[in-house]
């Protein structure tokens, strides 16, 4: 009877999940270029695929570094909405390249992302005044 009771408190946190229109997490994965070459605020290009599929432009406002960590806040801009979101990484630099890995998180959106939530990792290098970028993990909506 135990497990009776378990299985029906999980179905009825489903239902009311489903009911309120929130998904469950699903992978999603951003690939971007960003023009670091230019003063602030830095622009670009952005794709997403999986818990969502649009593409468009980028800025990047702000952008700083503290405590050894690089800080940028990115507003994506797409056919479907707009998505800010912020980032925090290590900046590594070799004798041949300088790389980033860190996280991020989405912190806003508007249009058809006003109840996106998402966070994940971040992998980027830095080539000729560019940042070529993948940001993987995990969004959904409420």
């Given at each position: 009877m135990?497990?009776?009771?378990?299985?029906?408190?999980?179905?009825?946190?489903?239902?009311?999940?489903?009911?309120?229109?929130?998904?469950?997490?699903?992978?999603?994965?951003?690939?971007?270029?960003?023009?670091?070459?230019t003063?602030?605020?830095?622009?670009?290009?952005?794709?997403?695929?999986?818990?969502?599929?649009?593409?468009?432009?980028?800025?990047?406002?702000?952008?700083?570094?503290?405590?050894?960590?690089?800080?940028?806040?990115?507003?994506?801009?797409?056919?479907?909405?707009?998505?800010?979101?912020?980032?925090?990484?290590?900046?590594i630099?070799?004798?041949?390249s300088?790389?980033?890995?860190?996280?991020?998180?989405?912190?806003?959106?508007?249009?058809?992302?006003?109840?996106?939530?998402?966070?994940?990792?971040?992998?980027?290098?830095?080539?000729?005044?560019?940042?070529?970028?993948?940001?993987?993990?995990?969004?959904?909506?409420?």
């Amino acid at each position: 009877m135990r497990g009776g009771k378990v299985l029906s408190i999980a179905m009825l946190v489903l239902l009311v999940t489903v009911r309120a229109g929130g998904t469950q997490p699903q992978a999603i994965n951003f690939l971007s270029q960003v023009n670091v070459s230019t003063p602030l605020p830095f622009t670009g290009t952005w794709a997403a695929s999986g818990t969502i599929n649009d593409s468009g432009t980028l800025s990047e406002p702000t952008v700083f570094i503290s405590d050894g960590q690089l800080h940028i806040v990115r507003i994506c801009t797409g056919a479907k909405g707009q998505i800010t979101i912020k980032i925090q990484s290590k900046i590594i630099v070799t004798d041949n390249s300088t790389t980033f890995v860190g996280e991020w998180v989405i912190v806003s959106g508007s249009g058809a992302y006003a109840r996106l939530h998402g966070q994940g990792g971040r992998a980027a290098v830095f080539i000729n005044g560019t940042v070529t970028e993948t940001l993987t993990g995990e969004a959904h909506f409420d």
